[in-house]
């Protein structure tokens, strides 16, 4: 994996944008789109590989806190209880109820947004996207990179703009973490973000690709009988 550092210099950028470059492509195989350099030369945005691991309760954890601290405001996640988030993630419920129930009191609740829908669409066009499934209908490369392709841009009417998403109406979310921590660092809160999101929306997918290698190991090994007996069956045959 080699790293991307594109200092967009000209396109109202106050820092450079620094992206790791996989070979990962987003949903449809088309990577994450493109972008227009400083010299006005089109260029092709890789995708980052998000760190997706469902067995890092840890990094679960923390992109569920990142989460519900940063995108449950605008965004809701109706497709998941914050009960089966205590249970998966192995968080004690009344922990759940004390850090991470921020727009209900009940944890069989689904994750709901804090801010009213239409009063968002007033401020920013639109309502924003829930969030159960981003990651299944856009990829989780697709959303681990556009999460860290904001840049700086006093054109748009929220002073941030996105290499992989031109225009997008959503802030600059991130700008105070991504302040705060080294480059390094902030990629890994990101990644542990995604990591959450890509567990919302297919919380039983490690569970499945473990099922299903034992499963075609099971049918290799019983091809081996099956192959015997067959060959059994019709030695006699001419």
Request: a negative charge; charged letters at 20%; proline letters at 5%.
């Amino acid at each position: 994996m080699s790293t991307l550092i594109k200092s967009l210099a000209g396109l109202g950028l106050g820092a450079a944008l620094t992206l790791t470059a996989g070979t990962a492509m987003a949903a449809g195989g088309h990577g994450c789109g493109t972008f227009t350099n400083a010299e006005g030369v089109e260029e092709h945005l890789a995708c980052s590989t998000a760190p997706i691991d469902f067995t890092n309760k840890g990094s679960l954890q923390n992109g569920a806190k990142i989460f519900m601290n940063y995108c449950a405001g605008c965004h809701s996640a109706k497709y998941v209880r914050h009960s089966r988030i205590a249970k998966d993630l192995e968080i004690p419920p009344e922990l759940v109820e004390k850090y991470l129930m921020v727009t209900t009191d009940q944890i069989g609740d689904h994750i709901t947004a804090e801010i009213d829908p239409e009063i968002q669409a007033s401020w920013f066009g639109a309502a924003p996207p829930d969030l159960s499934l981003e990651t299944r209908l856009r990829g989780d490369d697709w959303v681990y990179t556009y999460l860290l392709s904001f840049y700086e841009d006093p054109s748009r009417p929220w002073g941030a703009n996105n290499l992989v998403l031109a225009n997008a109406a959503m802030p600059h979310v991130l700008h105070n973490m991504q302040e705060e921590l080294s480059q390094e660092e902030f990629e890994s809160e990101v990644g542990d973000l995604v990591n959450f999101m890509a567990w919302m929306g297919e919380p039983a997918r490690h569970d499945r690709q473990v099922i299903g290698f034992f499963v075609i190991l099971f049918l290799l090994v019983l091809l081996i009988p099956v192959y015997l007996l067959n060959k059994e069956f019709w030695k006699d045959v001419k």
